[in-house]
């Protein structure tokens, strides 16, 4: 029996210390909680459950394609969700690594549990509910519309029977789609291959979340953003749905950020106001 209960306890030490980042389901074990908890997760890391957190280390999912919010700038992933996890991660103690995937994999990642969360300037919607829970979300943005400088679609209503552009598998993308007809939506794998797209005439407009879209205009000469959003959004982190323990945390987090103003500061550096 005795050494029953030191193996239950070496066991769960052992977890605390892998789980230091709160990940996964062996993260279950703290002092707090019954021992049926703490040998329920024993049973796990005997069984050699392993999460991707696994030495204080958080993986984080993003498409770094989507500037001011994640792209690279030298051999680095920058941007306002690249800092903000970084703060989330400081206040957990851990370590961050960043994976660069495509969007529409961003959630397969955290579902399969290769990566811990997604942030990825990633609107939350009913339909990624069913497949992952969203933190407090931490940014409002819209979907605009960016067509050529001379362009006769003046509105929203000019986009009908136009060829659109999107992101493969982002809002703009669902949405378009919904409203257009797939036949009048071109996808690309990045927002800037779409941006180049409508620049060489290949397409109509291109509808995108507007800081991407205000970053692409700036930089490609000939383009402008229509006046009207064509939807209003919000951003926020996603996490596995059995993951509520790395959920709550991050949530903690985002509320002491949002609180003593690291958020503002970091989105203020990457986002010059009007
Ligand atoms: N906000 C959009 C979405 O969640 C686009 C995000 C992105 O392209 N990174 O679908």
Do not use: W
């Not at 500037?67 to 370590?95: F, M």
């Not at 509910?129 to 067509?147: C, E, G, L, M, P």
């Not at 291109?206 to 959004?233: C, F, H, R």
């Not at 903690?252 to 690291?262: E, F, I, M, S």
């Amino acid at each position: 029996m005795r050494k029953k209960i030191m193996s239950v306890i070496i066991a769960s030490a052992m977890i605390m210390s892998l789980s230091a980042c709160g990940s996964g389901s062996s993260s279950a074990a703290s002092t707090e909680k019954a021992s049926e908890a703490v040998s329920e997760a024993a049973e796990e890391a005997a069984a050699g459950t392993e999460n991707a957190s696994a030495g204080g280390k958080l993986v984080m999912a993003t498409n770094a394609e989507f500037p001011p919010y994640e792209y690279h700038e030298n051999d680095e992933i920058v941007g306002i969700d690249a800092e903000i996890a970084a703060a989330i991660a400081k206040e957990l103690g851990c370590e961050i690594e960043i994976e660069d995937i495509a969007f529409d994999s961003v959630i397969p990642e955290v579902t399969s549990g290769k990566a811990d969360f997604g942030m990825a300037g990633m609107t939350v919607t009913d339909e990624r509910k069913q497949s992952v829970n969203f933190s407090d979300t931490y940014a409002v943005a819209k979907q605009s519309v960016i067509v050529k400088e001379d362009s006769d679609i003046t509105d929203i209503d000019g986009l009908k029977d136009r060829v659109i552009g999107v992101q493969t598998g982002t809002t703009g993308d669902l949405y378009a789609t919904d409203d257009y007809g797939d036949g009048n939506i071109e996808r690309y794998s990045k927002g800037m291959e779409a941006v180049q797209a409508l620049s060489q005439g290949k397409i109509d407009a291109v509808i995108i979340d507007n800081e991407p879209a205000k970053v692409y205009v700036a930089e490609n000469t000939g383009l402008k953003l229509l006046d009207s959003a064509y939807t209003e959004e919000e951003y926020a982190i996603c996490v596995a749905l059995d993951n509520t323990e790395l959920l709550d945390k991050i949530n903690a987090a985002l509320a002491k950020l949002k609180d003593d103003g690291t958020i503002d500061g970091i989105v203020a550096k990457y986002i010059k106001s009007e």
